[in-house]
């Protein structure tokens, strides 16, 4: 058996070929084996595009290591390509010598055809730089479930766990978590059960008798650091973020949402915890969704929405409503490719701008980025922290690269979590005495330090109050159209978000010897593919700076020094520069930006060029 | 706490402090006094009540009482009470709205609000046109209105808000008008006692820009014959002297018949209770617009477990069956594997 330190898995096939779950059926036991990894589902829009097309091909790539890695990998060493349309869709992005193992019955003439080949590609010398391993998969999985008794017809379906259990073998995965789950999850269907059961073993045999595999291949387990890990995909952190962050400030949550595209996992996860006392309400569309959740934070509950671009604008009025009124509402963008209906399954980090300023009006506000699946878990508790501190709606900007990956995630102890319910709290009396000596309650005598306003729910006797959209006079929260209180009012709640920067942690500068001429400043989901760059760039000896952004509005106080700091600036993101913007307009940085927008995250090998390239215009300007 | 009786209530109690800015001889101020004076008879409390409003002048009301009110967005009213009623059944959240907040900007909230039976009482203030814009035909306008967007009429045809609340299914339909406080007291009072989504139409005159759109069927003279009172149990009859009445043809459509020649018995007996929403929607076929005899009262009232008890049972089932939420456990519900 010969060993690997990191290997790149990608598992190809028709949308019906069940890759997805043979994907997560492979990142499971590896987690289970103790490898580091990271993963890319990469799926099309459509339920069933036309079967056999390129169109319709789903894959998922998996990055398994015995070291810690940040990214799914560029280039996949090996490709499970189910039909023609899987090889064709995917054989641009292998490493040279990778392995592809076909499914040898898909490649009749008719697959050929609708997957858009004039030739057989295993015989016009196409994949001549790659070691192709042919395996009727399909004749192999209908001889393996004849015990079960299933129907061919459904037998066949059963080719996934074929695939998966000779991947499982070439890399030597332990067999038990598979078994197991297969038993769990057709407990009341043992024809099922058993026909998966007899595809995995005969695709693990398979790979160790037909003798057309030199040998099997280990990845080590990684030396992660110790503690209780499970697998966490971005949206599920999300959804636990927020069931915590209600836990944590001991409030009720309510969800308002509208299902798309990749969000919805959340409304889906979190519908499922309604022991916490989480509300869930499917909206009749997005923009109920927000007012809902809006109406909930006004009786005192945590109110958050989910959406994804298309939904965020559509809940852009509502959002200003929310700053007006100035009560807490966390809301979700995860951040599809744009603009309009655009790529509803692939990734992009292109609303910030949206984000920060997609209102009419002066109205700021928090807004918040993961890095990581599992640091999604974290950002849903510090949106909701400022949310509910400074009575302001927040946005919290994940992606579909973050939303759908995994990684291991160390669980943390609950004890160490922030208590939220000391951050806030609600108005239970009158806080103005009037001239007349009455006491009276004003919704917008504001906090001094924090400058937000008091949080009266309705039940609360004596201060009751009527708030609206319409502009507030300071203090007393009466309709006013008066210039110089409107003129105030939009400063206080300036100040107000801008205030956060010096309630949020200082930008930590990753730059070991303190030399390097050049930051690399990312923010959200490039996180693992900036750090990897950046680690392989430092192994071969340059010098680089790495800081990562998870607040990006107010920025951390220290961002301007930082940035001033250093002769050259780049700023990857996966749109056309839009950090850089703010980076430029806010601190007259000429800072360079590496932009990518296709739809896939960015690739460690992208990032290590761009940091070359600027490495050079350094040692140029420098002679 | 149980032997507490809330003190009562005077209408005093119920008007804030701000100053009341409808324009002088609007409807909507006998709206307003007819809700302040009905709540200290029903006993309600000011800090357990919301009023959430929409955007037009109807949409002002909530900054009038002194309870917890929210002036929203366009509409999108009926949603915002929606999550308010839902996170907190305890607080009676009252809708207001008009036609164009209503019916055209917000009409899918309204349907789904009626649909899901959330626990509102939402009162539509219809003047069949635009005021807080100035003057532009609306959802309720009658076709070929014109009006300072429609210089050669309107080409819209209207909606019928009662027929519209019907055909959502919602469980408490009501009419009133803006000339008849005892009236709009009554029927107020049966929304405001109903578990569930209720929704009341108000006929309410504009006097500036749509002066005398309910003349024909609302003024003191024209009312016992275009008026055609719903009274649960009773046959629909109307007229000055209570010569007219309705009875349902071969189609079941509602039709307008001489008592004299029809003879009492064949009159239609008022159901508000029937299930099938089909009675209820013939009696509000029966006028297309405020210009022949119109029903008003309650159409239908029928009982249907409410959106937010729904809500609260899936609740405590859930915790029954789970047993409360439990924050380490769910951190730790996938596969887990520990890193020594």
Not at chain 1, 175 to 183: N, V, Y
Not at chain 2, 120 to 143: D, H, V
Request: charged share 20%; proline share 7%.
């Amino acid at each position: 058996m010969k060993t690997l330190d990191r290997v790149v898995v990608r598992f190809a096939g028709d949308s019906g070929d069940g890759m997805q779950l043979a994907g997560d059926r492979f990142t499971t036991s590896s987690a289970i084996f103790g490898n580091d990894l990271v993963t890319l589902p990469d799926f099309p829009a459509e339920i069933r595009a036309p079967a056999g097309t390129v169109a319709g091909v789903s894959a998922f790539q998996i990055h398994i290591s015995d070291h810690d890695i940040f990214t799914p990998g560029d280039h996949p060493n090996v490709l499970v390509a189910m039909n023609p349309a899987a090889l064709k869709a995917h054989v641009g992005d292998l490493e040279p010598g990778a392995a592809i193992l076909l499914n040898s019955d898909a490649f009749d003439e008719r697959s050929l055809q609708k997957a858009g080949y004039a030739a057989d590609p295993r015989a016009d010398g196409s994949l001549s730089g790659f070691k192709v391993y042919e395996v009727p998969m399909t004749t192999l999985t209908l001889e393996a479930v004849k015990p079960s008794g299933t129907k061919a017809r459904d037998a066949e379906r059963s080719k996934n766990f074929f695939a998966l259990g000779l991947v499982s073998w070439m890399y030597s995965r332990p067999t038990e978590p598979t078994f197991e789950w297969l038993a769990k999850r057709f407990a009341s269907n043992e024809m099922v059960r058993e026909a998966n059961t007899l595809a995995f073993k005969a695709g693990w045999n398979f790979g160790e008798t037909a003798e057309i595999f030199e040998s099997a291949y280990e990845v080590k387990p990684a030396h992660l650091k110790p503690g209780t890990y499970t697998n966490i995909s971005g949206n599920t952190a999300l959804a636990w973020g927020i069931v915590a962050a209600g836990q944590l400030a001991k409030l009720p949550v309510f969800l308002g949402s509208y299902p798309i595209t990749p969000a919805s996992d959340v409304l889906h996860e979190l519908s499922k915890h309604k022991n916490f006392g989480v509300r869930t309400f499917q909206a009749e569309d997005e923009i109920a969704g927000v007012n809902a959740a809006l109406g909930a934070a006004y009786g005192g509950a945590l109110g958050v929405t989910t959406t994804s671009g298309p939904g965020l604008d559509l809940k852009a009025e509502a959002i200003g409503l929310a700053i007006s009124l100035e009560l807490p509402l966390v809301v979700i963008d995860i951040q599809r490719g744009g603009p309009s209906t655009g790529l509803p399954t692939k990734t992009e980090q292109a609303d910030l701008l949206h984000a920060l300023y997609g209102r009419h009006g002066e109205a700021p506000l928090p807004v918040v980025a993961p890095s990581t699946p599992g640091d999604c878990f974290y950002t849903a508790i510090e949106a909701a922290r400022l949310a509910l501190k400074y009575r302001t709606p927040v946005i919290v900007l994940s992606d579909g690269y973050l939303a759908n990956g995994a990684e291991p995630w160390p669980i943390p102890d609950v004890a160490t979590l922030p208590d939220l319910s000391r951050e806030f709290g609600m108005a239970t009396e009158p806080n103005k005495i009037l001239a007349d000596g009455s006491e009276v309650f004003w919704p917008y005598l504001r906090d001094p330090e924090t400058l937000a306003r008091p949080w009266a729910v309705p039940g609360t006797p004596g201060l009751m109050h009527r708030i609206g959209g319409l502009e507030k006079s300071d203090g007393p929260g009466s309709v006013s159209y008066d210039p110089v209180n409107h003129d105030l009012m939009v400063r206080l709640r300036a100040q107000k978000v801008a205030g956060i920067a010096s309630d949020i942690p200082l930008v930590e500068v990753d730059d070991p010897f303190g030399k390097a001429e050049l930051l690399v400043l990312g923010w959200g989901s490039t996180y693992g593919a900036i750090s990897a760059a950046v680690r392989a760039v430092r192994a071969a000896g340059a010098e680089v700076a790495h800081v990562h952004l998870r607040h990006m509005n107010p920025f951390p106080s220290n961002l301007g020094e930082v940035v001033r700091s250093y002769k050259r600036v780049l700023v990857p993101e996966v749109n056309l520069g839009q950090l850089r913007k703010l980076v430029r307009s806010e601190f007259l940085v000429d800072a360079q930006g590496l932009n990518k927008v296709g739809g896939l995250p960015l690739r460690r090998t992208d990032v290590e060029l761009a940091i070359a390239s600027q490495l050079e215009m350094l040692r140029t300007e420098g002679r | 706490m149980t032997d507490l009786i809330a003190p009562a209530t005077t209408r005093k109690d119920w008007a804030s402090d701000q100053e009341v800015r409808w324009c002088p001889g609007c409807g909507d101020y006998s709206i307003l006094t007819a809700v302040q004076l009905l709540m200290p008879e029903l006993g309600a409390k000011r800090e357990e009540t919301v009023f959430v409003s929409g955007i037009g002048c109807s949409s002002r009301f909530p900054y009038y009482m002194n309870t917890y009110g929210v002036h929203s967005i366009h509409g999108r009213a009926p949603a915002l009470a929606t999550g308010l009623a839902v996170a907190r059944p305890d607080l009676h959240v009252w809708v207001i709205t008009g036609d164009g907040d209503a019916l055209s900007i917000g009409g899918n909230h309204l349907l789904h609000a009626l649909r899901r039976n959330v626990n509102l009482t939402i009162i539509l203030f219809n003047n069949q046109i635009y005021g807080l814009t100035k003057g532009q035909y609306s959802p309720t306008s009658e076709a070929g209105k014109v009006t300072k967007s429609t210089p050669f009429g309107s080409l819209d045809h209207p909606f019928n808000p009662v027929s519209l609340a019907l055909g959502a299914e919602a469980t408490f339909v009501a009419r009133t008008h803006d000339m008849d406080r005892k009236h709009m007291m009554e029927t107020f009072r049966r929304a405001y006692q109903h578990k569930g989504a209720a929704f009341v139409e108000v006929y309410q005159n504009c006097n500036v820009f749509n002066d005398g759109a309910f003349d024909a069927i609302t003024s003191k003279d024209n009312r016992p014959s275009m008026l055609v009172p719903l009274e649960h149990g009773k046959p629909v009859r109307f007229g000055p002297d209570g010569e007219k009445g309705v009875v349902l043809d071969a189609h079941g459509s509602a039709v307008i018949v001489d008592v004299s020649e029809v003879g009492e018995d064949a009159l239609l007996v008022h159901d508000e209770a029937r299930e099938d929403p089909a009675l209820a929607f013939s009696l509000s076929r029966l006028a297309s617009g405020p210009y022949s005899p119109t029903p008003i009262g309650v159409f239908r009232a029928v009982e249907r477990p409410d959106y937010g008890s729904l809500v609260e049972d899936q609740l405590a089932d859930a915790a029954a069956r789970k047993g409360p939420g439990d924050l380490a456990a769910l951190l730790r519900s996938g596969t887990t594997w520990t890193v020594a």
